[in-house]
């Protein structure tokens, strides 16, 4: 069995092995992954943050040995928290641009830099959330980091996300692991009536077909905040999304789920 990590800002996964074929996902800087297959110039992998597999061409992949692999699984790691920020490679001028929600490990916070095959990375320390945490506040932060971010199917950065991948990576940042993808996230958490709604819940929605297809956070009595289009704001109630700009309800019969974060009494 072969091991590999991103050593670059977003690496696109792909349903089947071919540059025609549809992104469905990505991997972040930092995320690291097993080879599951490798067929030509493509190799399948599996995600290990979110179990989530795919293809994707084997020379955006760095290899890195088994015993680096399970340090990385016993270590926690630390989490891009700014839009954007820079990460230099040890003997290398130009920089590596990374997004919000990409993964620092083995971070030496007094060198500000870690450790990859030997070679060493480095990263300012007032980017990073080195402990994460899964207060309200902060979750509710980092999702409006995300305002205006265009809607990309498959994408998971700050330049183009999906409705799943945002609240996947918001949640991620704040120490809270969900799956990839709408349908499966809807598996997580309490299931909550509309009217106990709370900043941090989520809200699913599903076709005709009984189907889930979006999600969103809730944020604040009657608002939501999701992607679709791009990441934004709109007003939700128990009929469903009402979009201000397309004068018209979206999405239709919310459900909510909650799941474990952290609320401070009479902070949050």
């Given amino acids: 069995m072969k091991y590999a990590i991103s050593l670059m800002a977003a690496i696109p996964v792909r349903a089947l092995p071919s540059e025609t074929s549809e992104m469905v996902s990505q991997i972040l800087f930092g995320e690291h992954f097993i080879i599951e297959e490798e067929n030509g110039n493509w190799i399948k992998i599996h995600n290990v943050s979110d179990s989530y597999e795919g293809w994707i061409d084997y020379k955006t992949a760095t290899v890195i040995s088994e015993e680096e692999f399970n340090h990385i699984n016993e270590n926690i790691p630390s989490f891009v928290k700014t839009p954007f920020t820079q990460i230099y490679k040890e003997g290398k001028a130009d920089p590596i641009r990374v997004s919000i929600g990409s993964i620092i490990p083995f971070y030496n916070d007094k060198t500000q830099s870690f450790r990859i095959n030997d070679t060493a990375y480095f990263i300012k320390r007032n980017n990073l959330k080195t402990a994460p945490e899964s207060h309200?506040?902060?979750?509710l932060r980092n999702a409006e980091l995300y305002l205006n971010t265009p809607?990309?199917?498959?994408?998971?950065?700050?330049l183009g996300i999906d409705c799943s991948g945002f609240v996947q990576s918001v949640f991620r940042i704040n120490n809270i692991k969900?799956?990839?993808?709408?349908?499966?996230?809807?598996?997580?958490?309490?299931?909550?009536?509309?009217e106990d709604a709370y900043p941090g819940d989520l809200a699913f929605f599903k076709n005709e077909a009984g189907k889930v297809i979006h999600v969103g956070i809730f944020i604040e009595k009657n608002k939501i905040i999701h992607c679709s289009g791009d990441v934004h704001i709109d007003t939700l109630d128990e009929r469903g999304i009402f979009s201000e700009r397309l004068n018209k309800y979206t999405h239709f019969n919310p459900e909510i789920k909650r799941l474990q974060i952290k609320r401070r009494k009479n902070k949050e």
């Fill in 178 to 194: 969900l799956p990839r993808d709408a349908s499966q996230q809807y598996k997580e958490g309490e299931e909550i009536k509309f």
């Fill in 136 to 139: 309200l506040k902060q979750l």
């Fill in 151 to 158: 809607y990309l199917w498959g994408g998971k950065t700050i």
